[in-house]
T-cell receptor, first 112, second 112 residues
C-alpha cells in the first residue's frame, strides 16, 4: 500500500520568506501527484498537478517538483503571504482511475 | 461554472442509523470520488465512480456504499452508523481519467 508522508507537520514563517514543503511516498509507480491547500472547515483546492512524466510544474509563486525514483516531491512557495496560511496536502495518484493517497499535511502559518 | 456541491453540509445521527450524502459534480465531469477525513487517519479514499460504474474502491467495510446516476450526481450511503464514522466526508470530481480533482466543501457527519 502506498504510504505518503509530509514533513514538517507544522511550519511558522515570517511574511516574505521563501519556504519548501516536503512530501515522500513509498511506491514510485505513481501516475501523478497533486498538491492541495485546505483552509479550516473547508474543502480542498488543487494547486498543482504533476504527471509522472514531468519533473516540475509552476503556478505563480508556487513551484512543485517531482522525483519519482527517490519518491519525493517538494512544493516551493516564494515570498510567502499571510493568505498562504493553510494546511498543504500532497496526494499521489495510482496508475488507474482517480484514487489518490493523501499525506498527513503540513500546517503553514505565515506571520505578518 | 458552478463548483462541486455537497448536501447536506452538516448532519447529526445516532449509532445504528443510516445516512445518505449527496454530491453534484462540476457540469461535464464524469468522475466522482469520495473521501473520509478524520483527525486521526487523515484523508482516506472510499470509492470512485465513473459513468455510473464503480471504478476504484478503498479499504472500507461494506457498510459504506455509493452509486452514481446518469447525470453524474453521486450518493454515498453509510448503514449501521458507528461513533467512528464521525468525520468530514468530501467528494471530488474530475473530467476523466486521473485529472485535476475539484473538491466540494464536504459534509460534516457527527454520530452520537
Amino acid at each position: 500500500k502506498q504510504e505518503v508522508t509530509q514533513i514538517p507537520a507544522a511550519l511558522s514563517v515570517p511574511e516574505g520568506e521563501n519556504l519548501v514543503l516536503n512530501c515522500s511516498f513509498t511506491d514510485s509507480a505513481i501516475y501523478n501527484l497533486q498538491w492541495f491547500r485546505q483552509d479550516p472547515g473547508k474543502g480542498l483546492t488543487s494547486l498543482l498537478l504533476i504527471q509522472s512524466s514531468q519533473r516540475e510544474q509552476t503556478s505563480g509563486r508556487l513551484n512543485a517538483s517531482l522525483d519519482k525514483s527517490s519518491g519525493r516531491s517538494t512544493l516551493y512557495i516564494a515570498a510567502s503571504q499571510p493568505g498562504d496560511s493553510a494546511t498543504y496536502l500532497c496526494a499521489v495518484g495510482k496508475n488507474t482511475g482517480n484514487q489518490f493517497y493523501f499525506g498527513t499535511g503540513t500546517s503553514l502559518t505565515v506571520i505578518p | 461554472k458552478a463548483g462541486v456541491t455537497q448536501t447536506p453540509r452538516y448532519l447529526i445521527k445516532t449509532r445504528g442509523q443510516q445516512v445518505t450524502l449527496s454530491c453534484s459534480p462540476i457540469s461535464g465531469h464524469r468522475s466522482v470520488s469520495w473521501y473520509q477525513q478524520t483527525p486521526g487517519q487523515g484523508l482516506q479514499f472510499l470509492f470512485e465512480y465513473f459513468s455510473e460504474t464503480q471504478r476504484n474502491k478503498g479499504n472500507f467495510p461494506g457498510r459504506f456504499s455509493g452509486r452514481q446516476f446518469s447525470n453524474s450526481r453521486s450518493e454515498m450511503n453509510v448503514s449501521t452508523l458507528e461513533l467512528g464514522d464521525s468525520a468530514l466526508y468530501l467528494c471530488a470530481s474530475s473530467s476523466g481519467h486521473t485529472d485535476t480533482q475539484y473538491f466540494g466543501p464536504g459534509t460534516r457527519l457527527t454520530v452520537l
